[in-house]
């Protein structure tokens, strides 16, 4: 299994040391799926994780994530049939299931340009008038000049299964995941040393996956990336009467796009996680520094779970408008809302992926392969051009 060799294996008093193919920081779904890849491809691949596993200080963690089809730009819309079929393999490798088909519905205002975009990546005998709406999804109101779109492929990824199965499979792979571990410092070359809270690493090959950490982490070696770190209120809602939102089977998952009331959108799921309720969240949240991600003093205004209560007022009226649970996550958002797939611009062989903007849970299984193929040096399955770190200027500091 792979060319990386332990080298001096020290005592517990002593810190870890070993050389490895491949180092990956950050076990949150993409670089969980990176580190994947890798073993699958009988790289020695060593997985860092700053915090004891599992945790709910990052992005990955929760029961749900949507995956579709319908996506407005193409080059996303293009992954997904290998996205799909990738989450697949891995539901065999695993033996579990990690997804759920319910199907899913895009709404909006006749000609936005994102339901245009979802349309003409679905095809135009996806659009669903009132009758077939009501029949698919009694429980959401549709209001003048709007229109719905039906993507059969939607459905429900199991989030923290995926997390666990996706970590389990790279492990049987020969995978070394170490958690409860942080990395501290990078220091480039043709063979990168990694230092840790407890150990040195070696490996010619680093991919950093940090989530809303990957700024700090990448500033010493020159980047200034702007990612900005978003806490997101994951809220869960009440139905009235159970069934109500769903006429008593799961209903579909749901994207509300283009509505001046909830300028940045709004998704849902069914009622799987907690009975009775409904997760329905704002795709925008405040920003934040991770580090201090819960420290939100009482009384501090929440005006998405506002924008919420309105939204489930009038497009879901079998739900009470308050949330009953509240939950929180991190989003890593660019200015433009697309990924950071891409070398370091001066240390070909640091790989990052990084800003994947509150939607890149479905499309983990073929970031984990870019990334890998990046750090392979190998010609990556899909274009990563769109993905490059210098289409933001000023993100190399000129001391280097
Ligand atoms: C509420 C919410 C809903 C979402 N819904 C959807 C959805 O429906 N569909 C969809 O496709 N996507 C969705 N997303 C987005 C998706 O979940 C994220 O894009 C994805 O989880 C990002 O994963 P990641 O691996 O980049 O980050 P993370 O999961 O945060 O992983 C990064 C890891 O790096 C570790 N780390 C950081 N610094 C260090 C260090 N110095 N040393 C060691 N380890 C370190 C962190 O502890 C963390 O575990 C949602 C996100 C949220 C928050």
Redesign the pocket.
């Known amino acids: 299994m792979g060319t990386g060799t332990r080298t001096d294996m020290a005592a517990p008093s002593q810190p870890q040391q070993a050389t490895y193919d491949a180092i990956v920081?950050?076990?949150?779904?993409?670089?969980?799926f990176a580190a994947y890849h890798l073993a699958q491809r009988h790289r020695d691949t060593l997985l860092?994780?700053?915090?004891i596993l599992p945790?709910s200080?990052?992005?990955?963690?929760?029961q749900?994530?949507?995956?579709r089809s319908a996506y407005a730009w193409m080059l996303y819309a293009r992954m997904m049939p290998d996205s799909f079929r990738l989450w697949q393999r891995l539901e065999a490798e695993a033996s579990t299931s990690l997804y759920r088909q319910t199907g899913l519905v895009v709404l909006g205002p006749a000609g936005d340009p994102e339901l245009e975009g979802c349309r003409h990546s679905l095809g135009a005998d996806h659009v669903l008038d009132a009758t077939a709406l009501a029949q698919r999804f009694p429980g959401l109101r549709l209001h003048a000049g709007e229109v719905a779109m039906w993507d059969g492929t939607g459905g429900v990824?199991f989030?923290d299964r995926a997390?666990r199965a996706v970590q389990d499979v790279f492990r049987r792979h020969g995978g070394t995941l170490r958690d409860g571990?942080?990395?501290?410092r990078i220091e480039p070359g043709a063979v990168i040393t990694i230092t840790?809270t407890t150990g040195v690493y070696r490996a010619p090959r680093l991919i950093i996956?940090?989530?809303?950490?990957?700024g700090?982490?990448v500033a010493p070696l020159g980047l200034r990336l702007p990612l900005q770190p978003l806490r997101?209120d994951?809220c869960y809602w009440r139905e009235k009467e159970p069934g109500s939102s769903s006429a008593g089977r799961v209903g579909p998952?749901f994207m509300a796009v283009g509505l001046n009331q909830a300028p940045h959108g709004v998704?849902g799921?069914p009622a799987l996680e907690y009975p009775r309720l409904v997760k329905v969240?704002y795709h925008h949240g405040s920003p934040v520094d991770?580090e201090e991600r819960d420290r939100v003093p009482p009384g501090t205004p929440r005006p998405d779970v506002a924008i919420l209560s309105s939204f489930i007022s009038s497009y879901l009226p079998g739900l009470e408008p308050r949330p009953a649970v509240v939950?929180t996550?991190?989003?890593?958002n660019t200015p433009d809302g697309d990924f950071i797939l891409d070398r370091h611009p001066k240390f070909n062989n640091i790989i990052i992926?990084?800003g994947?903007?509150?939607?890149?849970?479905?499309?983990?299984p073929v970031v984990g392969k870019l990334l890998c193929e990046l750090s392979l040096g190998e010609e990556p399955s899909h274009s990563t051009a769109p993905f490059a770190i210098t289409r933001f200027p000023g993100v190399l500091r000129a001391a280097l």
């Open positions: 920081i950050g076990a949150g779904i993409q670089g969980s860092l994780e700053q915090f945790h200080r990052g992005s990955s963690h929760g749900s994530r949507i995956t990824l989030a997390l571990e942080k990395v501290l840790t996956a940090a989530g809303a950490w990957t700090a982490i997101i994951v998952c998704y799921l969240c991770p939950e996550c991190l989003y890593t992926g990084a994947f903007s509150g939607h890149g849970f479905k499309l983990a």
